[in-house]
């Protein structure tokens, strides 16, 4: 096994009920309503699409930009009170450096969201970095994981990535790497590849390492 690649939202930290809120709170600016059936559109999805979305819903005449920002501002005010690592995740992440197994973060979101996400999770658990601001296609296209092992110089095929979504499954898939799913709000059936698990605390570095031999 060459490197473990994690997504985030949902996977390592326990933010999709902080999307939730924030989305609410945006789509309510716009003079929409917003519930569930709405935000299992955008699990895993990227930044642009979530925007569009909101305008698509709510027919509002407002500045994608503008959005976007009320959705930053959102986020961040947030996260400044701290977020909670998934079950699990802080193990599986000191496992790995104990072993010197190289890692990677891969996310939809933007670069400012991470960076105050990493603040709870530790910046130092990754070698490398990748979201929305790094890439061209986010998921479910495979660049942001084919960005990611080209960055380690390692094979995507002899990687593991993490991913807690339907696009984000669909993303490292088709990048070529072994993918352990561990879903949040949407489900995510067994598939050849890909290794279905209830939680992190499940999940260990031999247990990854057996995915890849």
């Not at 709170?25 to 909101?54: C, F, I, K, N």
């Not at 939809?108 to 990493?118: F, G, Q």
């Not at 130092?124 to 890439?135: G, K, M, N, R, W």
């Not at 380690?152 to 993490?162: G, K, M, N, T």
């Amino acid at each position: 096994m060459d490197a473990v690649l994690f997504d985030m939202d949902g996977l390592l930290v326990d933010t999709e009920g902080v999307w939730f809120e924030v989305e609410t709170e945006v789509v309510t600016r716009l003079g929409g309503d917003w519930g569930p059936e709405h935000q299992e559109q955008l699990v895993g999805g990227s930044w642009d699409r979530t925007v569009a979305y909101m305008l698509e819903l709510t027919q509002a005449d407002a500045d994608p930009a503008v959005v976007g920002e009320w959705l930053i501002d959102g986020m961040e005010r947030r996260l400044s009170r701290g977020v909670e690592p998934m079950p699990g995740a802080l193990g599986l992440l000191r496992g790995l450096g104990d072993q010197g197994v190289r890692t990677a973060l891969v996310t939809s979101s933007l670069r400012i969201i991470a960076d105050a996400v990493l603040k709870a999770v530790g910046r130092e658990h990754f070698e490398i970095i990748v979201t929305a601001d790094d890439v061209t296609c986010t998921k479910p296209h495979p660049e942001p994981y084919l960005t990611a092992a080209g960055l380690l110089s390692v094979d995507p095929e002899r990687c593991v990535a993490l991913e807690d979504s339907p696009n984000g499954v669909a993303s490292a898939t088709a990048a070529g790497c072994r993918v352990v799913a561990v879903p949040g709000v949407l489900p995510i059936a067994q598939a050849p590849g890909r290794v279905v698990m209830p939680s992190l605390l499940d999940v260990d570095v031999d247990f990854l390492r057996s995915l890849v031999r």
